[in-house]
């Protein structure tokens, strides 16, 4: 009875955590297509789909153990989680920092020269001109 309980919890086990390193190497290609990182990511892609192909498999092997789908599903909440967690901490890609100023263009200007990339709107305000800047600065 012992060894059927251990292979039932080795199987969920390796269920989730398949799950889990699939779902946290979706939060990286975005960031990694805008930077043109090709090789990387196509690397991610082949071991993130062989994961995915690997714990489709199981739960499919194994359909009359409800156990094994809620694996599945706990796995790709949990991994949803890592992912969110490991971009924040890698922060990789840019942001986009909003500046208001009356001194648009000078600032633009400045921005530049340390070469940020700078947009400028220029609106009305309370008082007066007023200069949104958007400043693409990286994480």
Same mark, same amino acid.
């Given at each position: 009875?012992?060894?059927?309980?251990?292979?039932?919890?080795?199987?969920?086990?390796? $269920?989730?955590?398949?799950? *889990?390193?699939? +779902?946290?190497? @979706?939060?990286?290609? /975005?960031?990694?297509? =805008?930077?043109?990182?090709?090789?990387?990511?196509?690397?991610?892609?082949f071991i993130?789909?062989? $994961?995915?192909?690997?714990? *489709?498999?199981? +739960?499919?092997? @194994?359909?009359?153990? /409800?156990?094994?789908? =809620?694996?599945?599903?706990?796995?790709?909440?949990?991994?949803?989680?890592?992912?969110?967690?490991?971009?924040?901490?890698?922060?990789?890609?840019?942001?986009?920092?909003?500046?208001?100023?009356?001194?648009?263009?000078?600032?633009?200007?400045?921005?530049?020269?340390?070469?940020?990339?700078?947009?400028?709107?220029?609106?009305?305000?309370?008082?007066?001109?007023?200069?949104?800047?958007?400043?693409?600065?990286?994480?």
């Amino acid at each position: 009875m012992r060894i059927v309980k251990w292979s039932f919890f080795l199987r969920f086990l390796m $269920i989730f955590l398949a799950r *889990v390193v699939d +779902v946290s190497l @979706d939060t990286l290609p /975005p960031a990694l297509i =805008i930077r043109g990182k090709r090789a990387i990511l196509f690397v991610i892609a082949f071991i993130k789909y062989i $994961i995915w192909v690997f714990a *489709v498999s199981r +739960v499919i092997n @194994d359909l009359s153990d /409800p156990f094994m789908a =809620i694996a599945f599903a706990f796995g790709f909440a949990a991994g949803t989680f890592v992912g969110i967690t490991l971009e924040n901490v890698l922060k990789i890609g840019d942001q986009v920092v909003k500046f208001f100023t009356q001194k648009g263009s000078a600032v633009a200007h400045l921005l530049r020269e340390e070469n940020f990339r700078v947009t400028e709107f220029q609106g009305s305000g309370r008082d007066g001109t007023i200069y949104l800047l958007f400043v693409q600065v990286p994480r």
